[in-house]
């Protein structure tokens, strides 16, 4: 069994930080995770005032019968109200921000 977890990093200027992290899904297997994690990677909605926001994914394994807590990520809806995104981007980052928002399968996160 794997869970994912979900790496939120911002850039402003050169400084790129880690702004939060979370958990999300079970998983039966690496394959089925790592597929998981390759659709949550990738670029943001970018809020004004920054250079840069993306995910990156990692998956972990984890025991058999652990229940994985999803971990609230951090609201970007609240970060991008105050900061609206200059540009509208085509890189799927508006769809990564609807999947994240959408509650997982069954309780499960991505449990297959």
Not at 5 to 16: C, E, F, K
Not at 35 to 44: F, Q, S, V
Not at 57 to 76: H, Q, S, W, Y
Not at 85 to 90: A, F, I, R, Y
């Amino acid at each position: 069994m794997f869970t994912m977890i979900l790496l939120l990093y911002l850039q402003q200027h050169r400084d790129v930080s880690l702004e939060s992290t979370s958990l999300r899904g079970t998983f039966q297997t690496k394959k089925a995770c790592e597929a998981a994690a390759l659709r949550a990677r990738g670029p943001l909605p970018t809020p004004d005032g920054y250079a840069a926001a993306w995910h990156d994914a990692m998956c972990i394994p984890i025991n058999r019968g652990v229940t994985v807590n999803e971990g609230k990520p951090l609201d970007l809806g609240k970060l991008l109200q105050g900061r609206p995104p200059v540009v509208c981007e085509g890189t799927g980052a508006w769809r990564r921000v609807q999947e994240l928002c959408a509650p997982a399968a069954g309780g499960k996160g991505g449990k297959r």
